[in-house]
């Protein structure tokens, strides 16, 4: 299994853009900083998408709605099936089952 690290802090990862930007191949920066080739590669395409350059994925602010939504979501079915397993069991407790109804 290889090695898990802290994602790299957002300053660093701008400095090595604007690095590759200056004329930097992604390939020296990997030799000298620690991040890999591929990594820094995602970390320009990363860039140019949040500038409106590139077209071809979600931008930085889109990720972060995208995770808060579906983090959102999750807690709202567990809230749902709690209120439902709630509402169930109440209903037996006072045994008021409301009848099925079939015009549905």
């Known amino acids: ?20 930007r200056a004329g930097r191949s992604p390939a020296e920066l990997a030799r000298e900083f620690e991040p890999t080739e591929p990594t820094i590669r995602d970390w320009i395409a990363q860039a140019e998408r949040d500038e409106g350059v590139r077209s071809d994925g979600l931008t930085t602010v889109e990720k972060e709605e995208l995770v808060r939504l579906r983090r959102e979501n999750r807690q709202l ?3 749902r099936e709690i209120l439902a397993k709630a509402a169930a069991w109440f209903a037996r407790e006072t045994e008021q ?3 099925k109804c079939s015009n549905s």
Do not use: T
Request: cysteine-free; proline content about 19%.
């Open 97 to 99: 089952i409301p009848p």
């Open 1 to 20: 299994m290889g090695r898990v690290r802290p994602p790299y802090p957002r300053e660093f990862k701008e400095q090595i853009v604007a690095l590759a």
């Open 77 to 79: 079915r567990i809230e």
